[in-house]
């Protein structure tokens, strides 16, 4: 019913930037709290959220160097990175609240990932 479909990951060296994104598409009605999240040996963390009023949440690792922003006319979140470390490095996840068409249940998706790499 709903696909979340990421974009932009790559190889970066140290110091770069990349552009994620995010496209969420199917039987919507409306998209709450959009994130993203990375895959890290033995768990996968919060890296940005957005709630539907814009307001956004980071974990202290990436503060002031990754900005979320989201276009709702596209239903597409995005994640700014800049100043890449190779600790950064990991499968990032979107991740979406989503109402469904016909449904009055909120139903939480996942992207498959998209592979970043930060390396010389």
């Known amino acids: 019913q709903v696909q979340l479909v990421e974009s932009g990951g790559g190889l970066v060296q140290p110091g770069g930037s990349l552009r994620l994104s995010c496209v969420v598409s199917?039987?919507?009605?409306?998209?709450?709290?959009m994130g993203w999240y990375r895959q890290v040996p033995g768990k996968r963390e919060l890296v940005a959220g957005i709630?539907?009023?814009?307001?956004?949440n980071y974990a202290d690792s990436v503060k002031g160097r990754f900005t979320i922003s989201r276009d709702n006319a596209k239903n597409t979140v995005y994640l700014q990175m800049n100043s890449l470390k190779p600790e950064d490095t990991a499968v990032y996840y979107c991740?979406?609240?989503?109402?469904?068409?016909?449904?009055?249940?909120?139903?939480?998706?996942w992207g498959q990932g998209t592979q970043v790499t930060v390396s010389s």
């Open positions: 991740n979406a609240d989503v109402s469904v068409v016909g449904s009055m249940t909120n139903y939480n998706y």
């Open positions: 199917g039987s919507i009605f409306r998209i709450y709290t």
């Open positions: 709630n539907s009023g814009g307001a956004t």
